[in-house]
T-cell receptor
Framework: QKEVEQNSGPLSVPEGAIASLNCTYSDRVSQSFFWYRQYSGKSPELIMSIYSNGDKEDGRFTAQLNKASQYVSLLIRDSQPSDSATYLCAVNPLSGTYKYIFGTGTRLKVLA | SAVISQKPSRDICQRGTSLTIQCQVDSQVTMMFWYRQQPGQSLTLIATANQGSEATYESGFVIDKFPISRPNLTFSTLTVSNMSPEDSSIYLC???????????????FGPGTRLLVL
């Protein structure tokens, strides 16, 4: 059974701080990794994708991938109250397909 | 990314009835997907819908319960048949990321259909 694990939270951080969201996955051969943000009552919105070990930065967001340890993380710098949402980690275990496995999401609360 | 719309945005239905959800994309896409997100849960893939072929269903989902149509490259429907309260959920369509710099194997989601079955 392929699994993607996330801490459900809520993770509370003060405004301006760095929020760190973590995700582990069970299928060692997984190739593609994605972070989605989902506001309450809305659909998931793609934030970042990452495919290679290391860091990938996009604005205030940094995705980190460590395939040896089977984890992927998302850092949000200078957190804002508008970042308060559920963050979903998705793993595509089979390159060339779109068969995502989603984690249950981490609820982030940024306190003003 | 593509602009994706879904209709209806929400509905309240009686058990035993069926509801057809429409998904429209503003550009042609090969692959479309239907997901279910039950209250407080993550997303579960129901099926993959490619134009010109039968939908491919995931384990636990069957065509009789969730028939899917994909008549062209911009449109798909999902029907939830013979509904029960357990079908109350958010139903989402998604499409593959398109060119123009879209990351490979990415998916973009429509706004979702919120279904409550009484």
């Amino acid at each position: 059974q392929k699994e993607v694990e996330q801490n459900s939270g809520p993770l509370s951080v003060p405004e301006g701080a760095i929020a760190s969201l973590n995700c582990t996955y069970s299928d060692r051969v997984s190739q593609s990794f994605f972070w989605y943000r989902q506001y309450s009552g809305k659909s998931p919105e793609l934030i970042m994708s990452i495919y290679s070990n290391g860091d990938k930065e996009d604005g205030r967001f940094t995705a980190q991938l460590n395939k040896a340890s089977q984890y992927v993380s998302l850092l949000i710098r200078d957190s804002q109250p508008s970042d308060s949402a559920t963050y979903l980690c998705a793993v595509n275990p089979l390159s060339g397909t779109y068969k995502y496995i989603f984690g249950t999401g981490t609820r982030l609360k940024v306190l003003a | 990314s593509a602009v994706i719309s879904q209709k209806p945005s929400r509905d309240i239905c009686q058990r035993g009835t069926s509801l057809t959800i429409q998904c429209q994309v503003d550009s042609q896409v090969t692959m479309m997907f239907w997901y279910r997100q039950q209250p407080g849960q993550s997303l579960t893939l129901i099926a993959t819908a490619n134009q010109g072929s039968e939908a491919t269903y995931e384990s636990g989902f069957v065509i009789d319960k969730f028939p899917i149509s994909r008549p062209n490259l911009t449109f798909s429907t999902l029907t939830v048949s013979n509904m029960s309260p357990e079908d109350s959920s958010i139903y989402l369509c998604s499409v593959e990321g398109l060119g123009g710099g879209a990351a490979k194997e990415t998916q973009y989601f429509g706004p979702g259909t919120r279904l409550l079955v009484l």
